[in-house]
């Protein structure tokens, strides 16, 4: 499951954010940049104010990713008790050394290093963070004016960050700008974390004051596990697919597709298709469950995002040997969010010598066995890639 992480400049905003559903309370000032550091005193009062209901992070602060200013840093910062500490890499300065002078202090705090999609971040150093005891990184923006994360790093980019994350042990999260409607493509990603801080403050933008009801709307698109942990409380699975208030007849249905959607990739069967990039069409219509109530809100509906993100990232994971094997594996992707009755799956090639060339199934939950077969076989390439 996914947490979701709110920043918050004191003590007040942290019982707001408590109030709004928030699972990690993350002190920071908004209006000193992406990094801006609360004074420790002020962080200290927010971590008794919270005191046992929730973990809390906190930022160190926009200073030299160098051993010098990190150490005195850490150390004072680490005294108001915080469960986590975030510190910038950032790229003027030579992150590698300061990294591996932080590998005593990893051991007795939590570190999260920060990277940020727009600075062009050398993720090269996951593996050092790892062998040097960090507990986990984050890919944020450093300028919020300029965009969000999804302008700097596009899903299968993403995708590629977490599952090297999840290799080497390290804690994941997501943070720049992000609205409401990037939460159910991120959420395909299964990050530990999605951190937000301009969601949370509604109109008055990052530098205003948290705001409750849309903190609360933040709060529905992730899901969270019920209080006694025996399931899923699926009105907050909306973001994954799953609808509010199911109507008890699965008969009452609607339907939402992807038409004409064309990408470049690697497929084919012939030895010249091996590292060649062709265009794919893609139309893909899924057929979910009818809420009850007319739609409203992101949390009514089932987003189209989702399945052109999920045809992205499955493009992206390497060569595929025939389009019948492509249109199985988007299928069994879609068909995991229970809301789903049905999927029809379109996938043509575009510029071979014989015209358009391609193929349609449906499915449904009722797997055959060969849907059953290469879901099986992609789980085991996909976590040999891993």
């Not at 159910?184 to 409750?212: E, S, W």
């Not at 008890?248 to 030895?271: H, K, N, S």
């Amino acid at each position: 499951m996914t947490w979701m992480l709110a920043s918050v400049v004191g003590p007040d905003e942290a019982e707001l954010a408590l109030a709004g559903g928030a699972d990690i309370i993350d002190f920071k000032d908004p209006t000193q940049g992406a990094l801006g550091a609360v004074a420790p005193e002020v962080v200290r009062a927010g971590v008794l104010r919270i005191g046992q209901r929730k973990p809390s992070s906190a930022v160190l602060g926009n200073i030299p990713t160098t051993p010098d200013a990190l150490l005195p840093a850490i150390g004072e910062m680490a005294k108001t008790g915080v469960h986590y500490l975030k510190l910038g890499i950032f790229p003027d300065f030579p992150a590698e050394s300061a990294i591996k002078s932080l590998a005593g202090v990893a051991h007795e705090i939590k570190l999260i290093a920060v990277f940020f999609a727009d600075q062009h971040p050398d993720l090269s150093l996951l593996p050092l963070l790892a062998e040097c005891g960090f507990a986990g990184t984050m890919l944020d923006t450093s300028d919020k004016s300029s965009g969000h994360l999804l302008d700097y790093f596009d899903i299968p980019q993403l995708s590629r960050f977490t599952e090297e994350c999840r290799r080497l042990h390290l804690l994941m999260g997501l943070a720049g700008g992000l609205e409401l409607p990037d939460i159910p493509r991120l959420l395909l990603l299964d990050p530990v974390l999605l951190g937000f801080r301009t969601a949370l403050c509604g109109h008055q933008g990052r530098n205003g004051t948290i705001d409750l009801q849309s903190a609360k709307k933040v709060r529905a698109l992730i899901p969270i596990l019920e209080k006694n942990h025996t399931g899923v409380d699926y009105h907050l699975l909306a973001a994954r697919g799953y609808g509010p208030d199911m109507p008890d007849d699965p008969a009452l249905t609607d339907r939402v597709y992807l038409r004409d959607f064309v990408l470049p990739m690697q497929i084919g069967v012939y030895a010249r298709e091996q590292n060649l990039l062709q265009k794919v069409r893609f139309n893909v219509e899924v057929t979910i469950t009818r809420t009850r109530r007319v739609a409203s809100d992101l949390v009514d509906v089932f987003s189209y995002d989702v399945i052109s993100d999920t045809i992205r990232m499955l493009a992206d994971a390497g060569h595929v040997g025939l389009v019948e094997t492509l249109a199985e594996r988007i299928a069994e992707r879609l068909l995991h969010h229970p809301r789903l009755v049905k999927v029809r799956v379109q996938v043509e090639k575009l510029e071979t010598k014989s015209g358009i060339v391609g193929i349609a199934i449906e499915r449904d939950h009722v797997a055959d066995d060969l849907a059953t077969s290469l879901c099986l076989r992609e789980t085991e390439r996909l976590g040999a890639r891993s």
